[in-house]
């Protein structure tokens, strides 16, 4: 498989899974509701108006429109660099994430969130994926640790 089908493939295996979970969510915990799980973890049924941790809750149609941006920059990056070992890992991921909620934006006009860890705000399959998509663009960037001599 191509490094642009692996990264298709993770997209849309993401934006699967976020869209998934987030339909039980909403079909099994009322808006609003919680239910605890273990260790002060809990499940809930969110609206986020904005982007991480509400910021920019009121943006409406501009945060649509700077993610847009984003997954373009995102594209372009990736067809300068698809010869980058594992790049596809992470455009993948930041792709489906990006889109997951994207999705819940226009249909919805805001992200169902459902995983709520103590002292944290809630957040979602999708900003998994986003959060680990940086994560491993940070590493395909800066390569893997090397060993030696100076």
Known sequence: MTPAGRAAAVALSTVAADQAVKALVRATIDRG????????????????????????????????????????????????????PLVWLPTGLLIGGALGNLIDRTLDGAVTDFADLPLWPAFNLADVAITFGVLTLLYVLEGPPRHGRR
């Open 33 to 84: 509701e919680a239910v605890d799980l273990v260790l002060g973890i809990e499940l809930v049924n969110v609206r986020n108006r904005g982007i991480a941790f509400g910021l920019f809750a009121g943006g409406g149609a501009l945060l649509v429109i700077f993610a847009l941006a984003a997954l373009t920059a995102l594209l372009v990056f990736f067809a300068r660099h698809r010869d980058r």
